[in-house]
């Protein structure tokens, strides 16, 4: 809970090296969710400067992160939340669905 401003980090992590399209197409989006799917590790620095990592178990609302928060308990004010994405996925999830998209309105002619 944090009665401020708290900073908030959304961060991408890949273990596949050649993303770099993804990771500049999601620097120009500003979401307002991320589903739980596709956090790896939410990390909540508080004031005093103590850390918790989090798992990721519903919905994060970026505009209503306090109360995004209260299921994990958090009590004292904290003062940065780091969100890391699984970019793996993603990029996985962007794909599929992209294709399948594609494949309703285009027909494969091979």
């Known amino acids: 809970m944090?009665?401020?401003?708290?900073?908030?980090l959304?961060?991408?992590?890949?273990?596949?090296?050649?993303?770099?399209?993804l990771k500049e197409m999601l620097t120009e989006v500003f979401?307002?969710?991320?589903?739980a799917e596709f956090i790896e590790t939410i990390t909540v620095i508080y004031k005093d400067n103590s850390s918790e990592v989090l798992e990721p178990v519903q919905t994060l609302h970026l505009n209503d992160v306090n109360?995004?928060?209260?299921e994990y308990?958090?009590?004292?004010?904290?003062?940065?939340?780091?969100?890391?994405?699984?970019l793996d996925l993603v990029y996985e999830?962007?794909?599929?669905?992209?294709?399948?998209?594609?494949?309703?309105h285009f027909k494969d002619n091979t």
Request: aromatic content about 2%.
């Open 2 to 8: 944090t009665e401020d401003r708290a900073r908030i």
């Open 10 to 21: 959304v961060l991408g992590k890949s273990s596949t090296k050649g993303r770099q399209p």
């Open 31 to 35: 979401t307002e969710e991320i589903p």
């Open 67 to 70: 109360q995004s928060l209260q």
């Open 73 to 86: 308990n958090i009590t004292k004010p904290f003062r940065k939340l780091e969100v890391i994405l699984d």
């Open 93 to 104: 999830k962007i794909i599929s669905q992209s294709d399948q998209l594609l494949s309703q």
